[in-house]
Every structure is written in structure tokens, then in C-alpha cells.
């Protein structure tokens, strides 16, 4: 919810401010939005980058269509803070929300954040979440008390319902309402898509935001009986090709109702493959590590943007982004202005997308928990010395610089060859820290 104070005053933005092609403006003054979240899936799991065993033709022709980044990040990851971050546009530090949310957690995100849906409804546009939420699963919480006018889904991961937590049935919800305990998980990914295409087809006259966040890829893994053994790459592969399917689905539609040009839709991932999972996980393809670290197998994301008529086809870039800036990039593009307060930590990213111009910062901070533990800046990533057990790496992981535009599997540690770097850096992240100022206690 936004202060009142805060208002945006919104303007028409003028085209030639958006900087856009002529031949694209009448279309573009107000574009839908479709973000296809998916959790847990991979930096290796798509062809398009690079997997070739799992077949994803339909998102790879999203690619083929659009233009897909290299370097497309998460704010945190994992589920939860990484969901704040996409729909706050500000570092999950900011709201509290920096820890995986569970059935018997009491808190979830406050009224006071302000999210891309509320800002979109503000500019006029109809609102859905489908999937999964994750903010919070207590009424107050709930998409639809924080700018969805609809929602159909699971309030938190498909593998929250432990008996030995005391944990209920897995609830799938429509609106504020549970409508089927258990959740049929071999369904979800199919009525996801059926509710995703039957929204677009509701609003096609109008301006909308869907945010279709899949339970999928998340263990346990689900799929429906037309794709079991469906891929060569196991029941991994299966249920990444019934996504491939979903997003098809979605495709066909807009081409259908001749929404193609009107609609940016984006596609990312939560954050990278649990590796614990083993053949279960997913793939960081050529990244070091996966979910849960701030190594770029955890949060360096499929990252790819389709607007046909506006974003020019087959193009990729190098350029880094990161989720938080979907969130001014799109209140931009919907003819809205940005707020003073609060502060936001995305940035407005349309000139990577129109291929004219550049984020203005190359400044990304990861965290994990609320220890900031990670900077990337321009071609260099610092990661401080930390205590962790993850997969495949020692407990006690030493001070490392990466040259991360040369070295993205993180192989060359080159802290004590550039000490003055990783001084500086270290100082930049600690200047980071000072600036945030009081910050509320993190959420269980
Ligand atoms: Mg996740």
C-alpha cells in the first residue's frame, strides 16, 4: 500500500521520452505485462541456453523473438525474498521479508510496501496472480490486499506440508479461499495456464499485469500424465517441458487476440537449481553452485523479454539487470513516474530492452539471509569469506574476487592478486550497508 503522500503524479509520457522506434508508438503507449516466474529452474535448463538434452522450443522462440540477457539476476536466492524483491523493486533487506516463509510463520509482507501490481492498478490495469505467493499466507497478506484483483494458487512451496512440522495439506486458493487441501500438484501447471489464458482472453481490450508464478520446477515434482516420460532428461526434464508447453500456451494466445504487440512479457527464474535435489534440481549450466548462494549459479537467472515491435528479434546481451528493475522499467512504460519515497533499488532498464541506452548503475548487491555477502560491480564480483555448507565447496569459503565478465563459473580467484580491489569494493559494500539505514527485523 502507498502512502498517500507518495502519490505518483502520473504523466503521459510523451513517446519520443521513451525513446522508441516511430513505427512502434501507437502501440506501445500502454503495454500489458506478463512476468512467467518459475522457481527453481536452472541457468542450464533451457536450450536457448545451452541445455541439450530437455526440449523448450516454445520458450526458446520467445527468445528467438525478443532478446534474451546473459546476465539477468535475482535479488536473493531464494523463494521468498526473491519474490519480494520482483515485486517491491526494492532489496528484500528493505521490507523485512529475508527468509523463507513457512505454513507456521505469522508474518508476511506490510501494508506499507508498495508493489508493481498496486502501481499498475493505479495506472488502470487489471491484476492477477496465478501460482504461487510466498509473501505471506495469512489473509492480510494475501495478493489480493496487495493490488491483485484475482488470485488462483498455493500461498507457499508445493513441499511445505510436512506431517513431522505439523504442517496442513497443501491449500490451493482462489482468492482468500481454499478451494482443494491437498492441491492436486499434478494439475497445477496445466490450470495455471487454463486461469492464465482465460485472464488474458478476459482483458484483451484493456491494459493488464498477470504474474504467473509456477509451483513448478520446485520439488516434489509434478507433471501432468500427458507429460511423464515426455523428455529424455527424466522427471526433471518432464515437468520443464510442460512449462515449455505453458508458455506456448500463452504465446498462442496473445498471437490469437492480436496482442503480440501490445503485451511485454518477460520470463525468469526465482532463483537457480537445488542441487541437494540431485536429479531432481535443475541445471546451472556453466555456473558455480546453485539456490540458497550467492555464487552466480544461485542467483544468475534465465532472464528473457519478448515484445514484439518494440524489442527487436534475436538479440542478446551481456548487459547485467536484475529483477528489482522490472519494477520501475514497467511503472515507466505504463506511463507512470517513479517515487522519491520509497527508495527503490531497480532501475529503469528500457534502453537495455530498446536497445539504446544502458542501466545506469552496474552496481549489484546479493545477500543472503540479512548479511549482504556479495557485490558485483561492473566486470568484478567480490564475495566476502563465509561460513556456509552448501554443496560441493568447503565449510569455510575464503575472500573471492572474480573477474565475472571473463571468469562466469567463478574458477579464478583474484583476490590476492588485486588486494586494492577487493578494497575498494569492500568499502563500497560497507558504504552500501551505512546507506540503509534502520531497517526492520527480518520475517519468519
Ligand atoms: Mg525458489
Known amino acids: 500500500m502507498r502512502p498517500a503522500s507518495l502519490f505518483i503524479v502520473f504523466i503521459v509520457i510523451c513517446h519520443l521520452e521513451l525513446g522508441l522506434p516511430s513505427s512502434c508508438r501507437a502501440e506501445t503507449s500502454t503495454p500489458n505485462f506478463i512476468i512467467i516466474f518459475i522457481d527453481d529452474m536452472g541457468y542450464g ?16 522462440r520467445m527468445a528467438a ?21 520482483l515485486l517491491t523493486g526494492r532489496y528484500p533487506i528493505r521490507s523485512g521479508l529475508t527468509r523463507v516463509l513457512f505454513p507456521s510463520s505469522k508474518d ?36 489480493t490486499r496487495h493490488g491483485f484483483d484475482s488470485y488462483f494458487g498455493i500461498p507457499y512451496s508445493n513441499d511445505m506440508d510436512l506431517v513431522q512440522r505439523a504442517e496442513p495439506p497443501l491449500p490451493l486458493m482462489r ?22 489464458v482465460g485472464f488474458i482472453e478476459a482483458q484483451k481490450d484493456q491494459p493488464f ?62 532463483n537457480g537449481p537445488w542441487l541437494i535435489m540431485k536429479d531432481h534440481g535443475g541445471s546451472a549450466g556453466p555456473l558455480r553452485n546453485g539456490k540458497g548462494t550467492t555464487f552466480e549459479g544461485g542467483v544468475r537467472e534465465p532472464g528473457i523479454f519478448r515484445w514484439k515491435g518494440t524489442i527487436a528479434p534475436n538479440r542478446v546481451t551481456d548487459e547485467p539487470a536484475v529483477n528489482l528493475d522490472l519494477f520501475p522499467t514497467f511503472l515507466l512504460l505504463s506511463g507512470g513516474t517513479l517515487p522519491e519515497n520509497p527508495v527503490l533499488d531497480g532501475e529503469d532498464i528500457r534502453g537495455i530492452l530498446l536497445g539504446n541506452g544502458h542501466r545506469a548503475s552496474q552496481n549489484f548487491f546479493f545477500f543472503h539471509r540479512e548479511n549482504l555477502q556479495a557485490y558485483r560491480s561492473g566486470d568484478w564480483k567480490l564475495k566476502r569469506a563465509s561460513v556456509e555448507k552448501t554443496v560441493n565447496e568447503p565449510d569455510l569459503l575464503p575472500t573471492m574476487l572474480f ?14 592478486k588485486f588486494p586494492d580491489r577487493v578494497k575498494q569494493m569492500e568499502q563500497e559494500m560497507q558504504a552500501f550497508e551505512a546507506s540503509l539505514g534502520d531497517l526492520p527485523p527480518g520475517k519468519r
Open 175 to 196: 482468492n482468500e479461499a481454499i478451494i482443494e487441501q491437498p492441491a492436486n500438484q499434478d494439475t497445477l501447471t496445466r490450470r495455471y495456464t487454463e486461469e492464465a
Open 403 to 416: 573477474h565475472i565478465s571473463d571468469d562466469i563459473s567463478e574458477k579464478n580467484n583474484l583476490a590476492d
Open 209 to 270: 499485469f498477470l504474474y504467473l508464478a509456477h509451483t513448478m520446477v520446485h520439488v516434489p515434482l509434478h507433471v501432468s500424465p500427458e507429460f511423464k516420460g515426455h523428455s529424455a532428461s527424466g522427471l526433471y526434464g518432464d515437468v520443464v517441458e510442460e512449462i515449455d508447453w505453458s508458455v506456448g500456451q500463452i504465446l498462442a494466445a496473445l498471437e490469437r487476440l492480436h496482442l503480440d504487440e501490445k503485451t511485454l512479457v518477460v520470463f525468469t527464474s526465482d
Open 108 to 143: 508476511g509482507i506490510e501494508d506499507k510496501e508498495w508493489t508493481l501490481a498496486e502501481g499498475l492498478k493505479e495506472r488502470g490495469y487489471s491484476t492477477a496472480c496465478i501460482g504461487k505467493w510466498h509473501l505471506g499466507h495469512l489473509p492480510e497478506f494475501l495478493p
Open 45 to 60: 535448463d533451457l536450450g536457448c541456453y545451452g541445455n541439450t538434452t530437455t526440449r523448450t522450443p516454445n520458450i526458446d
Open 65 to 85: 523473438e525478443g532478446l534474451r540477457f546473459t546476465s539477468f539476476y535475482t535479488s536473493c536466492p531464494v523463494c521468498t525474498p526473491s519474490r519480494a524483491g
